[in-house]
């Protein structure tokens, strides 16, 4: 068993000094078989490391594509020496409920969605605050995290989704893309003053308030303004959380 799992290391190793450009991974990638192309494209797209896909891209069979599907469940698994791979099993849950539940109000699966990719990423939220029938804001939810600093985030904060202009899918809010003066409806202030904005939302609804700048909960800053830090949280520190 020793020897057959240092052999599939050595095998991903020699495999990964072999660069592959952006043009190769989607043309090996559209080459795949069925089941194959479904498992990186959908299945693990959010947990897969670039090297690891550039590995799996390389392989020449599907004996190799087997060994590394093996290898790459058995590098999560947090109970090697038991029978079940407890992370193998709620990624599939995640999955599942995903598809069942963030695809109602999408053209595309629920696991394309951002509501579906968080969830897929990180798993189910603390707690859930819904504001979805309020006249002066846009339909919102917000989901609250905790606990979560051993895979590298902050270890309390929210991540938010709003109907952009009140119509469509939930999207990923970004304070510094968005801001408060997004959430609100038929807000006539300077778009580019966010104190502003800020304050008259603050009015409306603290909790919203509160989330619209900053999406983690323990910063500060002195004068309100859309947070960096939430920008990195939401585009680079979530998506790199299961790698």
């Known amino acids: 068993m020793k020897r057959k799992a240092l052999t599939i290391i050595i095998f991903l190793f020699v495999l990964s000094l072999v660069p592959v450009s952006a043009a190769q991974k989607k043309l090996k990638t559209k080459n795949l078989p069925p089941a194959y192309r479904e498992w990186?494209?959908?299945?693990?797209?959010?947990?897969?490391?670039?090297?690891?896909?550039?590995?799996?891209?390389?392989?020449?069979?599907?004996?190799?594509?087997?060994?590394?599907?093996?290898?790459?469940?058995?590098?999560r698994d947090p109970t090697p020496n038991t029978p079940n791979n407890e992370f193998k099993t709620e990624h599939y849950k995640r999955i599942r409920y995903a598809n069942n539940w963030f695809g109602r109000q999408s053209p595309s699966p629920g696991w394309r969605t951002d509501m579906g990719r968080i969830h897929i990423t990180l798993g189910e939220p603390k707690s859930i605050d819904r504001f979805e029938n309020m006249s002066e804001v846009y339909p919102l939810i917000i989901w609250f995290y905790e606990g979560l600093s051993d895979m590298g985030l902050p270890n309390a904060f929210s991540v938010v989704f709003f109907k952009k202009d009140g119509v469509g899918e939930y999207r990923l809010y970004s304070p510094l893309q968005y801001g408060p003066q997004r959430l609100m409806v038929n807000y006539m202030g300077d778009p580019s003053d966010y104190v502003s904005a800020y304050r008259t939302l603050m009015?409306?609804?603290?909790?919203?308030?509160?989330?619209?700048?900053?999406?983690?909960?323990?910063?500060?800053?002195?004068?309100?303004?859309?947070?960096m830090a939430s920008e990195i949280l939401i585009t680079n520190r979530i998506p790199a959380a299961p790698m």
């Open 40 to 75: 990186i494209e959908e299945e693990v797209v959010y947990i897969i490391t670039q090297k690891e896909k550039e590995v799996f891209l390389q392989l020449q069979s599907d004996k190799e594509r087997n060994i590394f599907i093996e290898a790459f469940w058995k590098q």
């Open 203 to 227: 009015n409306i609804e603290p909790d919203i308030a509160n989330v619209s700048l900053t999406l983690i909960t323990q910063e500060k800053t002195l004068v309100p303004r859309p947070s």
